[in-house]
């Protein structure tokens, strides 16, 4: 004889964030009944799969799943969180505001390096745009790392960072060899995975401003800049 897969605690909290909507959001033809069944019956080590769960209902139910997620994980889950974010972000941010404080620093000595589309690199490090290249570089490293450190617009800069971290590997990039030690992955993939990360899980939601940031006024005028900059 079998018995039920007890809920775990997180389950609980997005089961009863479903049912709190149903009557006034979802559409009768959302099959809520085959959702909660579903959860009801996950272990309690299927975050990744509940998330999943979480982004296909946000769509139709609105942004207060947000809130449900992040407040459906335990303590260990946000401590990690956390410290992802904060670790990435004093790491980008020195990368960036040591390049902000010395004038004699400049990409173009990177760029001339450049093993794949090395003709695209090379346009980058022109004398005429090499000045522009320098800046994105130097304050994109700084901004990205001060928005992880305070929790803000942790869904927009994570994105950004990581087409910053693709850039940089396109440059080291000779196929399928980053570098003489890896095979396909260096530290710019994991660095995009943690970032992407980040952007997914409302990590600026977790001890970050980002709570706060929702409420503003002016990003209740203006919706989807409001969906695009905060998780």
């Known amino acids: 004889m079998t018995t039920a897969t007890p809920y775990a605690p997180s389950c609980i909290a997005v089961e009863q964030a479903v049912h709190e909507k ?3 959001s979802v559409p009768k033809t959302i099959p809520l009944a085959v959702l909660s069944g579903l959860i009801r019956f996950m272990s309690p080590l299927s975050s990744f799969v509940i998330l999943l769960q979480l982004l296909f209902v946000e769509k139709v139910v609105g942004s207060s799943f947000e809130k449900a997620y992040t407040d459906a994980m335990n303590s260990s889950q946000k401590y990690a969180l956390f410290a992802l974010r904060i670790t990435l972000g004093w790491m980008f941010f020195y990368a960036g505001i040591t390049k902000v404080l010395d004038s004699s620093w400049s990409a173009a000595g990177y760029l001339a390096g450049a093993k794949s589309f090395p003709a695209l690199f090379a346009w980058f490090a022109s004398p005429s745009v090499i000045p522009v290249t320098n800046f994105l570089n ?8 001060v928005a992880l450190l305070l929790g803000i617009a942790v869904r927009l800069s994570s994105m950004l960072g990581v087409l910053l971290m693709t850039l940089y590997y396109l440059t080291a990039l000779d196929f399928p060899f980053p570098n003489a030690h890896s095979l396909l992955v260096d530290q710019h993939v994991i660095y995009s995975a943690a970032l992407f990360v980040l952007a997914t899980f409302h990590a600026g939601r977790v001890w970050g401003l980002e709570e706060w940031c929702s409420r ?13 900059c905060i998780s």
């Open 138 to 145: 130097a304050w994109g490293l700084t901004l990205l790392g």
């Open 22 to 24: 149903r009557s006034s």
């Open 216 to 228: 503003l006024s002016f990003l209740k005028k203006y919706p989807k800049l409001r969906e695009i």
